[in-house]
């Protein structure tokens, strides 16, 4: 029985996850996994009538493991217990969600401080506590680190609660079974598939990568290169990002939308073209991980989009008058051939996951 529990504790810890899709006895290990945790495991005990001789949550998680494996109601007991304490959970918050909602619309503009990567007190440390020796040149720079702090909460703020509200749509379906013991790599359980949502934008470097080709050059370059054609130039020391932007002003500024829609429909092409061939763009997505995040998960993808300014695609993130339907529409014809399986590699290693995308577009 111990093997048992070794071998799935092996292939998790080793991001073996495909090995956990189509086998009963792996997926009891992940619900164990998701009822071991603080008071849960108590909880789940007593409803099930199971008394332990361990007392130490690594020691009853392999124990109730072993219990489990002769009991043969026990994915039912798991799956009861599971449903039960995911309603209690969002009872117990209390939050109301239309009034959330309508607070997400307070937020006007998605800016980090310090950067997307969570590293706040790095950024400040690195522009400021090492780089600043005058102290009243510090004290001027007050307004701006204010700024960051709030620039970081405000976004954070949004993206936390977008995502909550999104993950609730799925874990209130019926078929959805939360993973109330927040396991890494798993949300929940989707007609027993163990799933990892994954709610984003579309990826920018993609849209690179696939606008290259379509335009015959970087998207910069050809966009110099066309506005070089109307007498625009740009102004190479700036970023990549800035120069678009100017030059993109400078193009409408004198009427040359032309030249502007050409890439906007270039841009949209290489949407259609990924909702077309998902397999392409979900492999990429897993290939391209940051190393610190990595994970061979299965993924479900919400894809959201502003096809018309991708910029502003942080706004689709509380569009939820698009993104229910879509996720109710997925979730009501969801079946076991529903996950696409996809064979990557990373850092020279190869994997397999189970992952489809459900694209929200404006």
Known sequence: MMANFEKWDKAFRNQNLFEFNFNENALMWLKVRAVCRGKLIQQFLKCAGITLTSSKIAEQNVELFERLENMPNAMQLLDTFLNERNHEWYNAMGINEAALKEDLYKVRYYAWGGD??????????????????????????????????????QTSWYNNWTSYLIESLFKQHEKVISAIGEIKSVDFFLYNFPIDLKVTFFPNQYMEEKLKIKLGKKELTWLRQEAKKVGITGDHSQSDTQQLYTL?????????????????????????????????LMTWLYANQGEMR????????VILVDSANMNESWKMKRAFSLIEPKVKNYLDNFNEQSLKEINFIFQGKPYKSLADVIFVVK
């Open 294 to 301: 990595f994970g061979a998960e299965n993924r479900l993808f």
């Open 248 to 280: 993109s002003e400078k193009l409408m500024e004198i009427g040359k939308n032309d030249i502007l829609e050409t890439l906007k429909n270039k841009r949209k092409e290489v949407i259609v073209d990924a909702q077309s061939d998902v397999q392409e």
């Open 116 to 153: 997307q990567n969570n590293s706040l007190d790095k950024h400040l440390v690195s522009r400021y506590v090492k780089v600043i020796s005058n102290y009243d040149e510090l004290l001027n720079k007050q307004s701006e680190i204010a700024d960051n702090a709030w620039n970081y909460v």
